[in-house]
């Protein structure tokens, strides 16, 4: 598995130009179907805005689900599609599956500039959504652009940009004699100790990122003289942070 970026929160912000005024609203999401209802819940909660514009990226790995009508053969298409909202467009790119609506805005000015944003943040299994109060004032196409793409950017920080690691899972045992040696070095390992159990013998949980597995291991079995008990329950992805690799956001 590799590693990827999405969001750790949903999360919103607004900016204001010329009057109008635009909020940026955004939130983790792993399905197209999650993604439209969080725009289903943005648009009820502006039910009286301009425009709600939007865009998601969908797609961590290989495994992404395509609509029957997505699937596409090149390696880079567009497809347009019908939708009540104006024109919809999605692409799909190394297995990743795109779509942003400019609701009503000029062609270009508004979906194109948020998914834009997104992708030179790298970030994917999100959705965002900006939602225009038109001010009276019209900006123009470039005005536009640099709306959507700055409100765009608030969401995002706003709602944290976070390295997703491949991660796994281990439950662990080890006799009572041998407990003091395994919190010791544990100390010094990038791994994550979860829910000790005193009862017979000392269970507990140990989370650790996939590239740190074979470290991690190695070193509890040689200070454990390989008196350590293993099973592996759980491969999943996790927000690791950059600044301390040893745990967990």
Not at 33 to 62: M, P, S, V, W
Not at 85 to 100: K, V
Not at 216 to 221: A, K, S
Request: charged share 25%; glycine share 6%.
């Amino acid at each position: 598995m590799n590693g990827y970026k999405t969001l750790l929160q949903e999360a919103n912000d607004e900016y204001i130009v010329n009057k109008s005024r635009f909020i940026g609203s955004a939130a983790p999401v792993e399905t197209p179907e999650q993604a439209l209802a969080f725009l289903d819940k943005i648009r009820q909660q502006y039910k009286d805005a301009t425009h709600n514009c939007y865009a998601y990226i969908i797609g961590k790995n290989a495994g992404i689900r395509f609509s029957q009508s997505l699937l596409i053969d090149e390696p880079l298409k567009f497809n347009r599609l019908a939708a009540k909202d104006g024109p919809l467009w999605a692409l799909e790119q190394e297995a990743r599956l795109m779509r942003y609506s400019d609701d009503g805005e000029p062609g270009g000015t508004a979906g194109m500039p948020i998914i834009e944003v997104m992708k030179a943040r790298g970030v994917v299994d999100c959705a965002v959504v900006v939602t225009r109060y038109f001010g009276g004032i019209l900006l123009g196409a470039g005005g536009l652009v640099r709306a959507y793409s700055h409100t765009c950017a608030l969401a995002l920080n706003a709602a944290k940009v976070c390295e997703m690691h491949p991660t796994v899972r281990y439950m662990a045992e080890v006799a009572y004699p041998l407990w003091d040696r395994v919190q010791h070095q544990l100390k010094s390992l990038p791994v994550r100790l979860e829910n000790p159990e005193f009862t017979a013998a000392v269970a507990f949980e140990l989370v650790m990122k996939e590239t740190d597995e074979a470290k991690v291991r190695e070193e509890l079995t040689r200070v454990t003289d390989g008196r350590m008990e293993w099973l592996k329950t759980e491969e999943t992805y996790s927000p690791w942070e950059e600044e301390n690799s040893d745990g967990l956001v």
